[in-house]
């Protein structure tokens, strides 16, 4: 199993960016796909979460900017982000706990990371 992330990128405030995530492999089944990032010199926090069912929570600082999505069929999430801040430049990392076929538990799989960088 694997999770390949593309979209980041430049782009000033108060633009936009589109980041994807496909998860690739073997799969029975996929739980919670979540969004991370990592600022430099900060540790890695979480951005949001949606379900299987598709029930949706983000982190306060994106409330209202973000919006996470997923299509099960493709096995892929996308977050749109909107209205960006100098403040959300990191690498965005995609997470995911993912059911191999074969294994009785999901593993735990990260995404290599992509690089999202906003200009004041």
């Known amino acids: 199993v694997q999770l390949q992330a593309y979209g980041g990128g430049l782009v000033h405030a108060r633009g936009s960016l589109r980041l994807s995530c496909a998860a690739s492999?073997?799969?029975?089944?996929?739980?919670?796909m979540n969004w991370y990032r990592q600022a430099p010199g900060k540790q890695r926090e979480w951005v949001a979460s949606?379900?299987?069912?598709?029930?949706?929570n983000y982190a306060d600082s994106v409330k209202g900017r973000f919006t996470i999505s997923r299509d099960n069929a493709k096995n892929t999430v996308t977050m749109q982000m909107n209205s960006l801040k100098p403040e959300d430049t990191a690498v965005y990392y995609c997470?995911?706990?993912?059911?191999?076929?074969?294994?009785?538990?999901?593993?735990?799989?990260w995404g290599q990371g992509t690089h999202v960088t906003v200009s004041s």
């Open positions: 997470n995911s706990k993912v059911q191999a076929r074969g294994s009785i538990w999901p593993g735990d799989y």
């Open positions: 949606i379900s299987s069912g598709g029930s949706t």
């Open positions: 492999g073997s799969i029975l089944r996929i739980n919670d």
